[in-house]
Structure formats: structure tokens, C-alpha cells
């Protein structure tokens, strides 16, 4: 059972930039491939970005590609996801999410864990 926390969530403008990290216990979970979904309110769970688990291989939904930058730190079992120039149209609870599988990486049901969520709101 992996067990993963998201943080750094919060209150910021558009324009600004915010940084957030998902960890695990354990030293699997560098075995695992890591993505961030965002749901807004009334939204369905949306695609954000991936990243393998060597952290060689990443995707973007066409939306962030250019202003998010997922990237993994396996040492300390961490995997960030980095905003810049966010947009109100980003505000959304961000989850990340684990699986061993490394195709459809885009679709949620493909992932078997999860966090909690971490909120991001972006005002305008």
C-alpha cells in the first residue's frame, strides 16, 4: 500500500508561481510512475503531467506545456510539480497519483494510489 501526501497548495494571483510536492514512505516509491490530476469545482478529474519512474519521461496536457515542470527527486521519495504563470483557469484541487503501469498514462483509472489533495486557487 503506497501513501501518498500532496502539500503546497495555496492562495496566489495569476501570474504568480507555486510549487507543489507529493511524497511516500517507503523506498518504492521510486519504483512507481507519478503523475498530478486537478479537479475543479464541478469538473471532472482532469490530466496534468507525468513523469516515469527514473524521471526520464515526462507528458503535459497541452494547457500547462511551457508553464509546468514535473520532475522527481527518488532520494528523498518526491516527485514536485512546479507552476509558473498560473492562470485563474487553474484553480483546482491538485492530486497525485501512482501506478506501475506506463501506458494511457493520461487516463485516472489507470493510477491505483492516491493522495488526499492539496488545494490551489488562483485569483484573477
Known amino acids: 500500500q503506497l501513501q501518498l501526501r500532496e502539500s503546497g497548495g495555496g492562495l496566489v494571483q495569476a501570474g504568480d508561481s507555486l510549487s507543489l510536492s507529493c511524497t511516500a514512505p517507503?523506498?518504492?516509491?521510486?519504483?512507481?510512475?507519478v503523475a498530478w490530476f486537478r479537479q475543479a469545482l464541478g469538473k471532472e478529474r482532469d490530466f496534468v503531467a507525468h513523469?516515469?519512474?527514473?524521471?526520464?519521461?515526462?507528458n503535459y496536457v497541452d494547457s500547462v506545456q511551457g508553464r509546468f515542470i514535473i520532475s522527481r527527486d527518488n532520494a528523498e521519495n518526491t516527485v514536485h510539480l512546479q507552476m509558473n504563470s498560473l492562470k485563474p483557469e487553474d484553480t483546482a484541487v491538485y492530486y497525485c497519483?501512482?501506478?506501475?503501469?506506463?501506458?494511457?498514462?493520461?487516463?485516472?483509472?489507470?493510477?491505483?494510489?492516491w493522495g488526499q489533495g492539496t488545494q490551489v486557487t488562483v485569483s484573477s
Open positions: 513523469i516515469s519512474s527514473g524521471g526520464r519521461w515526462t
Open positions: 517507503g523506498r518504492t516509491f521510486q519504483l512507481y510512475n
Open positions: 497519483a501512482a501506478s506501475f503501469n506506463s501506458r494511457d498514462v493520461y487516463s485516472d483509472d489507470k493510477y491505483d494510489y
